[in-house]
């Protein structure tokens, strides 16, 4: 892949996230002040300022907009909650575009609200010879002594297989997790230039030519030591 479309490819994952987000707030926000309860109320006849009425609307819908929020998370501590978020992210993950979206969103937004400190260190797990795997460290260990992975799929983080593996089979890759995690999820795409080495093929055209050129001259050679032999 060149360089600008490696480009382009980190800047969609950095910034469709965030624009998904902004999009989804904006959208609340306006069927919320639109609802007859918010639109009707008369704010200045409950003492609220005539020139404070757009902030005092603002105010309420946030409100709601929290205690929305506070309902959702609820429901999902319930096994009706917890099944519904496993369909969603079944139905979505069937689609080849939105589920890098909903996914680095999703991501996104764990690794705001629970930081950092529970994405364990990325290493390189080689599968087959000279197939190498980006995996992450669990933090737990067998009986036997064997470190246990956890190996995502892409762009669905959210299956993957758990290997036990000897630590001496790991290899480290020296990046943070969010690093390891993007390319995960941008499958790839998000790998930055120094990351991947990336050299461009030889024209094939121009290969022929020099190939075409090294055999005259050496026929031309070959029927000059004819000459002089005669």
Same mark, same amino acid.
């Given at each position: 892949m060149s360089s600008w479309k490696r480009d382009i490819a980190s800047g969609l994952v950095v910034l469709l996230p965030l624009g998904i987000l902004l999009f989804v707030l904006n959208y609340l926000y306006e069927r919320i002040i639109s609802l007859p309860l918010i639109s009707t109320l008369d704010f200045v006849g409950l003492g609220v300022p005539e020139n404070l009425v757009p902030l005092a609307r603002i105010i309420v819908a946030l409100v709601l907009i929290i205690t929305l929020i506070l309902a959702v998370g609820y429901l999902m501590r319930t096994t009706a909650g917890r099944l519904f978020e496993s369909a969603l992210d079944t139905a979505i993950n069937q689609m080849p575009g939105l589920?890098?979206?909903?996914?680095?969103?999703?991501?996104?937004?764990?690794?705001?609200?629970?930081?950092?400190?529970?994405?364990?260190?990325?290493?390189?797990?080689?599968?087959?010879?000279?197939?190498?795997?980006?995996?992450?460290?669990?933090?737990?260990?067998?009986?036997?002594?064997?470190?246990?992975?956890?190996?995502?799929?892409?762009?669905?983080? +959210? =299956?993957?297989?758990?290997?036990?593996? #000897?630590?001496?089979?790991?290899?480290? !890759?020296?990046? $943070?997790?969010?690093?390891?995690?993007?390319?995960?999820?941008?499958?790839?795409?998000?790998?930055?230039?120094?990351?991947?080495?990336?050299?461009?093929?030889?024209?094939?055209?121009?290969?022929?030519?020099?190939? +075409? =050129?090294?055999?005259?001259?050496?026929? #031309?050679?070959?029927?000059?030591?004819? !000459?002089?032999? $005669?």
């Open positions: 589920r890098v979206v909903y996914n680095a969103s999703k991501l996104a937004v764990e690794t705001a609200l629970s930081g950092t400190d529970d994405l364990q260190e990325p290493v390189r797990l080689e599968t087959w010879p000279g197939v190498r795997m980006t995996a992450f460290k669990t933090g737990k260990k067998t009986k036997d002594g064997r470190i246990v992975l956890f190996l995502p799929t892409a762009p669905n983080i +959210t =299956t993957g297989y758990v290997i036990e593996i #000897d630590p001496d089979r790991v290899e480290e !890759t020296g990046e $943070s997790a969010e690093e390891a995690l993007t390319r995960v999820l941008s499958a790839g795409f998000a790998e930055s230039a120094h990351q991947i080495p990336v050299e461009e093929a030889e024209n094939p055209a121009r290969s022929d030519d020099t190939a +075409t =050129t090294v055999g005259t001259e050496s026929s #031309d050679t070959s029927g000059e030591g004819a !000459t002089t032999d $005669s």
